[in-house]
Nanobody, 123 residues
Framework: QVQLVESGGGLVQAGGSLRLACAAS????????MGWFRQAPGKEREFVAS????????SYSDSAKGRFTISRDNAKNTLYLQMNGLKPEDTAVYYC????????????????WGQGTQVTVSS
């Protein structure tokens, strides 16, 4: 089982940027698609973005498209989420996860999750 550790969250004003990172343990990071999800208080966990094993294909939710960029560095076993133009509605705990299937948006199709990092966007 891979261990995933997110970092980079924090408090930012609306319109600002943050870059989240997800460090993975082990030697199989480069074999799997990866994804970012988020969960706001009282809401279900929702898909944000996913990326194929080699970074060649990405997918975004409608809310993330055009503002967020998912990327990965397989040499560093690290997944990233660059978030620009942040809005108060982006406030949530952000999780990275390893996909059992390529580019899936369904949480149940991810088998390893990090502990999450809090992102708070003030208006």
């Amino acid at each position: 089982q891979v261990q995933l550790v997110e970092s980079g969250g924090g408090l930012v004003q609306a319109g600002g940027s943050l870059r989240l990172a997800c460090a993975a343990s082990g030697r199989t990071f480069n074999l799997y698609a990866m994804g970012w999800f988020r969960q706001a208080p009282g809401k279900e966990r929702e898909f944000v973005a996913s990326i194929s094993w080699n970074g060649g294909t990405t997918s975004y939710s409608d809310s993330a498209k055009g503002r967020f960029t998912i990327s990965r560095d397989n040499a560093k076993n690290t997944l990233y989420l660059q978030m620009n133009g942040l809005k108060p509605e982006d406030t949530a705990v952000y999780y990275c996860a390893r996909g059992k299937k390529p580019l899936t948006i369904t949480p149940s199709e991810y088998d390893s999750w990090g502990q999450g990092t809090q992102v708070t966007v003030s208006s």
